[in-house]
């Protein structure tokens, strides 16, 4: 069973920066891919960032290009977002998930229902 707490979730103006850490309490942090998603309300879940088991790739949604990165320390068992230039458009609770497995397709990691742990989200909230 692997257990994902998100933090680092809050208000901030727009234009503003925030960095969102997922902690996993997991024996081999390092067997699973990681990914973040998020849902503003009255919409579905979307995909957000993932990145490979080793860090060695990463996947932005193309709004997220540019603006946010995600990392890990498989040391600490956390992965990271830092988002920068935040939008009042990208309030939404924002969810870490994991995916067992070291051959993670790009395909697989943009989508949902692949994941196999989620933690229960942190707020953003960006004002204009």
């Known amino acids: 069973q692997v257990q994902l707490v998100e933090s680092g979730g809050r208000s901030v103006q727009a234009g503003g920066s925030l960095r969102l850490s997922c902690a996993a309490s997991?024996?081999?942090?390092?067997?699973?891919?990681m990914g973040w998603f998020r849902q503003a309300p009255g919409k579905e879940r979307e995909f957000v960032a993932a990145?490979?088991?080793?860090?060695?790739?990463?996947y932005y949604a193309d709004y997220a290009k540019g603006r946010f990165t995600i990392s890990r320390d498989n040391a600490k068992n956390t992965v990271y977002l830092q988002m920068n230039s935040l939008k009042p458009e990208d309030t939404a609770v924002y969810y870490c998930?994991?995916?067992?497995?070291?051959?993670?397709?790009?395909?697989?990691?943009?989508?949902?229902?692949?994941?196999?742990?989620w933690g229960q989200g942190t707020q953003v909230t960006v004002s204009s």
């Open positions: 990145i490979t088991w080793n860090g060695a790739s990463t």
């Open positions: 998930a994991a995916m067992l497995g070291t051959l993670t397709s790009a395909s697989r990691l943009r989508t949902t229902r692949e994941y196999n742990y």
């Open positions: 997991v024996r081999t942090f390092s067997n699973y891919a």
